[in-house]
């Protein structure tokens, strides 16, 4: 799970890094938010994954 925070973090590092006004360049409406949604998805799979016991 802190690898899915990580990826989250950095999504948002990377949103913060568009030179562009308001954040409107690629890194801020493109690149960013889809780092962010992958961060998420990781947390969900790591959230419900079943562990194997035995």
Known sequence: MLIGL???V????????D????GFGFLG???GPLITLLGFLFQFYAIFKKS???
């Open 10 to 17: 950095l999504g948002f590092v990377i949103i913060g890094l």
């Open 29 to 31: 409406l493109t690149l």
């Open 52 to 54: 194997e016991s035995k």
């Open 19 to 22: 030179k562009e006004p308001h």
């Open 6 to 8: 990580g990826i989250i």
